[in-house]
């Protein structure tokens, strides 16, 4: 947080969703949620006291019901996230937990739902995978509410606002994001949240300005304070100075012609100015959002996390569970093709239910596609799922985590079982589907060519690879700044992955969120990319950005780029050249 003389406060957070504005704040908050007393309660006060807190996630719920009941049309691509939150009510770790809490410890149920919160939280805090750790943050809001309820506090009524205000928060579900009336509220800021969080997508699809993880917006900020919240930039600034006003207001408009220059282009092909092509596709996590790639012209869906099937039910799903939701998906996208990649998890950590067993390294552990080859059942099960779903529609299978020749060659054994199985079951399925890996962890990268025999296509995964090759673990905040995607090595790993593909003739896509930030895209033309997955979101920023470039000056780029020694260098060089044709927030400082 800086502050200035004048009382001007900058404080810094997490790009919810894009955009600026600029207005009065209007604090609101579920006072006494936060402010839990624990009081013990004898044996024959148990059954009363668990009595009241189903009572309290029966209320939770049917306010959520009422949420849903009045989703708009423009919000109905969100209804999934909401559903998902209206399970979480009976979900086994939240709602079991609480129950055997209040039995075992005799405490009121206050302060057992606050203990199995917390814990849930901590366990989602170990997930390596950023997509995966927010979704704790679905049970905490959950829980939220259900302590609402519990202690007989006031919720927030967000479609009851009135007036013309920026929200300041601790925290907004996505039910009560979805609550936004766009002509009253122009944006809204959080204590707490990710970009990956749930609110974050909804606030997207508003298309409103939001910052979230501000950690003391709601200590700083006071009611009718002037607020210019920078959605772009993820940070906000509290009671701004005249000069400070003026400058935003330039940037607000150049922020809202940008945005309608994008939109006005992006039914527009993403074809270099010297024609070269390029295929920008979506990576999803839930059927839903085929609605979102296809309105963002996606050419396809590069990364299908299948993940979230699992996560969603709290047992294994069945065959026929897995292929209803791959089938529905490949023939929505139909004939575009669909990525689908096989569980990617590291179980300990994910859910109690998938393995127990707590590993002290989970990053290293048994995850992936190290965790389908122990559990060759589970894994056998979603292949049958995915080659029955390849019979309706364009497939290609990719595998995470492969680390060395031995595992694919594995996995090839399992997918003939699973052909062998089909066949005895007398199944339709198609088993001519092109088979892939992730190229995530340097092993990969050295053994590609090896690798290559063996695929028909790669897919660069650059969360992991930057981890795994630079040993930089995202989540410490003591060494994040040096998860550095133009850091020279990553360069180098991509470069080689991009040479053995192109020797062995194997089709290569990039998948990470390195495809969809535009300060990469020059040097990711210019080591010869043109299959690029990301947030569906991006994809009309990235679209634009290269039909402003020329893959033959990238080329020559890429000669300079490969002389640098450090990813300041990098992205100095990018910014200066490429300053006119990189989007609004890169060149306007």
Not at 76 to 93: A, R
Not at 304 to 322: A, G, H, I, S, V
Not at 337 to 366: C, H, M, Q, S, W
Not at 442 to 451: F, T
């Amino acid at each position: 947080m800086n502050s200035t003389q004048s009382g001007q406060i900058t404080i810094h957070g997490i790009c919810g969703s894009p955009g600026i504005c600029i207005g009065k704040a209007y604090v609101v908050d579920r006072e006494g949620v936060n402010l839990i007393k624990r009081y013990p309660i004898s044996p024959d006060m148990v059954p009363a006291e668990i009595d009241r807190f189903k009572n309290a996630v029966i209320k939770a719920k049917n306010d959520h019901a009422k949420t849903i009941e009045s989703l708009g049309a423009d919000l109905s691509e969100n209804l999934n996230i909401l559903e998902t939150h209206m399970i979480l009510f009976k979900d086994k770790m939240l709602y079991g937990k609480t129950i055997d809490t209040i039995s075992a410890d005799m405490v009121n149920a206050e302060w057992a739902l606050r203990k199995i919160t917390r814990d849930v939280r901590h366990m989602f805090e170990q997930i390596d995978d950023p997509y995966l750790r927010t979704r704790g943050h679905d049970i905490i809001q959950v829980s939220d509410k259900i302590m609402t309820y519990l202690v007989g506090a006031e919720d927030i009524r967000i479609r009851d606002i009135n007036k013309r205000v920026i929200i300041v928060a601790h925290d907004l579900s996505p039910a009560d994001t979805s609550q936004i009336q766009l002509e009253r509220i122009k944006g809204f800021v959080t204590d707490r949240g990710g970009k990956d969080s749930h609110t974050s997508i909804v606030a997207k699809s508003l298309k409103i300005p939001s910052v979230l993880g501000l950690g003391t917006a709601t200590v700083n900020v006071n009611n009718d304070d002037i607020l210019i919240v920078d959605g772009t930039s993820g940070l906000i600034i509290i009671n701004p100075e005249e000069e400070t006003l003026f400058k935003y207001e330039e940037k607000m408009a150049r922020f809202e012609a940008y945005r309608a220059d994008i939109e006005r282009e992006s039914h527009l092909p993403a074809v270099t100015k010297d024609g070269v092509p390029l295929n920008l596709l979506a990576n999803i996590e839930l059927v839903e959002e085929v609605v979102s790639a296809k309105d963002n012209r996606a050419s396809g869906i590069g990364l299908f996390r299948t993940e979230f099937l699992y996560l969603d039910l709290n047992r294994f799903p069945t065959e026929d569970e897995l292929l209803q939701k791959y089938r529905e998906l490949v023939e929505l996208m139909h004939p575009a093709p669909v990525t689908i990649r096989t569980l990617d998890i590291n179980g300990d950590k994910f859910n109690p239910y998938i393995d127990p067993v707590e590993e002290a390294n989970p990053a290293l552990g048994l995850r992936a596609v190290r965790f389908c080859l122990e559990n060759e059942d589970i894994f056998i099960t979603q292949i049958k799922a995915i080659l029955r779903a390849a019979a309706f529609g364009n497939i290609k299978l990719l595998i995470p985590m492969i680390s060395c020749v031995e595992e694919i060659l594995q996995v090839k054994a399992v997918i003939d079982k699973a052909v062998l199985e089909l066949e005895d079951e007398d199944k339709v399925f198609n088993k001519d589907i092109p088979l892939g890996i992730m190229i995530e962890v340097p092993s990969a990268v050295l053994m590609a060519d090896e690798l290559a025999a063996h695929v028909d296509f790669f897919s660069i995964g650059t969360n992991d690879l930057i981890q795994y090759s630079l040993a930089i673990d995202r989540r410490n905040r003591r060494v994040a700044h040096l998860y550095q995607a133009l850091n020279p090595a990553v360069i180098k790993m991509i470069h080689l992955t991009c040479e053995a593909a192109r020797k062995n003739n194997v089709e290569l896509c990039m998948c990470g969120e390195m495809a969809g930030d535009p300060i990469n895209i020059p040097v990711l033309l210019g080591l010869g990319l043109t299959n690029l997955s990301m947030n569906s979101g991006a994809i009309p920023v990235i679209k634009k950005m290269i039909r402003a470039m020329d893959v033959s000056k990238a080329r020559d780029d890429l000669k300079t780029i490969m002389g640098f020694n450090t990813a300041g260098e990098i992205s100095d060089f990018v910014l200066e050249k490429y300053k006119t044709s990189l989007p609004y927030r890169d060149n306007d400082e």
